[in-house]
């Protein structure tokens, strides 16, 4: 029996004219989603979409409800073709979008969630100033001991924020302590150490100071018991319950995403293929290299949504 996983993705996966193509096939999904959205928010969240530059979508206050909702309008996309998922994931951002395709949080609540959760952490970048860098060529546990050295040193802060794969780790940390870790890290063997187009120090200790303020949003929402299995990034493990998916969500906001060992979660529950459906490739391109057997297929474009559906379809299990 055929089982499929659809994993979303998070801020950096943005890419100028993202969902125009949708828009522009389905203008009855264009009204549903992106026009409701921009009265939601009020903000023109479709144009910044569709026609925004790559400045106007580095903007987290921005970046996040814009990726958020064009992973939606693939998501229906798919189902409207017979493509459902079996269990659902997403890296930091992405995972609002899994817990509205597991029906636990309606996608309005998620969408201003999502947009309030962007506004707080481009506040915390505005207070200090961050950078986030992907090490592509060192251990896990070795980037763990330079950042813990960098920090402990006074040298500015720095620590893990994602555990992506066994080759991909990214840091998150003050200006300093980033550039200080990066310049450790070439100096103990790493090959590439690669900014990101990221607006603050996501899943980092300084996101702490948010934590407080965003419970209270999250506890204005009304969350459901999950549908169907979603994975969570605090843990890597199963949502279990509403309350659960509210506190992880708590939780995520400072604590590395823990993406490896939700790769390795997702081939145990023997899943035939993988779909990250919204911009971008980047976990395709992970799961690809993680775990070469698996199909892992990037839905965020119109013919990107045909070839998943066909490729889909002829799945063998």
Same mark, same amino acid.
């Given at each position: 029996?055929?089982?499929? &996983?659809?994993?979303?993705?998070?801020?950096?996966?943005?890419?100028?004219?993202?969902?125009? @193509?949708?828009?522009?096939?389905?203008?009855?999904?264009?009204?549903?989603?992106?026009?409701?959205?921009?009265?939601? *928010?009020?903000?023109?969240?479709?144009?910044?979409?569709?026609?925004?530059?790559?400045?106007?979508?580095? $903007?987290?206050?921005?970046?996040?409800?814009?990726?958020? *909702?064009?992973?939606?309008?693939?998501?229906?996309? +798919?189902?409207?073709?017979?493509?459902? =998922? @079996?269990?659902?994931?997403?890296?930091?951002?992405?995972?609002?979008?899994?817990?509205?395709?597991?029906?636990?949080?309606?996608?309005?609540?998620?969408?201003?969630?999502?947009?309030?959760?962007?506004? +707080?952490?481009?506040? !915390?970048?505005?207070?200090?100033?961050?950078?986030?860098? &992907?090490?592509?060529?060192?251990?896990? @546990?070795?980037? @763990?001991?330079?950042? &813990?050295?960098?920090?402990?040193?006074?040298?500015?802060?720095?620590?893990?924020?994602?555990?992506?794969?066994?080759?991909?780790?990214?840091?998150?940390?003050?200006?300093?302590?980033?550039?200080?870790?990066?310049?450790?890290?070439?100096?103990?063997?790493?090959?590439?150490?690669?900014?990101?187009?990221?607006?603050?120090?996501?899943?980092?200790?300084?996101?702490?100071?948010?934590?407080?303020?965003?419970? $209270? $949003?999250?506890?204005?929402?009304?969350?459901?018991?999950?549908? *169907?299995?979603?994975?969570?990034?605090?843990?890597?493990?199963?949502?279990?319950?509403?309350?659960?998916?509210?506190?992880?969500?708590?939780?995520?906001?400072?604590?590395?995403?823990?993406?490896?060992?939700?790769?390795?979660?997702?081939?145990?529950?023997?899943?035939?293929?993988?779909?990250?459906?919204?911009?971008?490739?980047?976990?395709?391109?992970?799961?690809?290299?993680?775990?070469?057997?698996? =199909?892992?297929? =990037? !839905?965020?474009?119109?013919?990107? +949504?045909?070839?998943?559906?066909?490729?889909?379809?002829?799945?063998?299990?």
């Amino acid at each position: 029996m055929k089982r499929i &996983a659809v994993v979303y993705p998070g801020q950096g996966s943005q890419v100028p004219g993202m969902g125009k @193509d949708a828009a522009e096939a389905r203008p009855d999904l264009s009204r549903r989603y992106y026009e409701a959205a921009d009265d939601i *928010l009020g903000l023109p969240l479709s144009r910044i979409c569709f026609e925004g530059d790559a400045e106007q979508l580095r $903007d987290t206050a921005v970046t996040q409800p814009a990726i958020f *909702l064009t992973s939606l309008v693939f998501t229906r996309l +798919l189902e409207e073709q017979g493509v459902v =998922p @079996d269990v659902v994931a997403g890296h930091s951002l992405g995972e609002y979008a899994a817990l509205v395709t597991a029906g636990v949080l309606d996608w309005t609540d998620a969408l201003r969630l999502v947009r309030r959760r962007g506004e +707080l952490m481009a506040a !915390v970048n505005r207070r200090t100033p961050g950078r986030m860098a &992907a090490v592509l060529d060192l251990g896990a @546990d070795r980037i @763990d001991e330079l950042c &813990a050295e960098v920090t402990r040193q006074g040298r500015g802060t720095v620590q893990v924020a994602n555990y992506n794969s066994a080759t991909q780790t990214v840091v998150s940390g003050d200006a300093r302590g980033v550039q200080e870790f990066a310049a450790a890290a070439r100096r103990a063997g790493a090959q590439h150490v690669v900014d990101l187009k990221v607006g603050a120090p996501f899943h980092s200790v300084f996101m702490k100071e948010i934590e407080a303020e965003f419970a $209270d $949003d999250l506890g204005g929402v009304r969350f459901a018991e999950p549908a *169907l299995p979603v994975v969570a990034n605090a843990t890597a493990g199963y949502v279990e319950t509403a309350e659960a998916a509210r506190e992880l969500l708590r939780r995520q906001l400072a604590s590395p995403v823990q993406w490896t060992q939700t790769v390795e979660l997702l081939v145990a529950a023997e899943v035939s293929a993988l779909l990250e459906v919204g911009p971008g490739r980047v976990l395709s391109n992970i799961a690809r290299a993680s775990a070469p057997g698996l =199909p892992a297929l =990037p !839905v965020g474009t119109m013919r990107q +949504l045909d070839k998943a559906v066909t490729q889909v379809s002829t799945v063998t299990v």
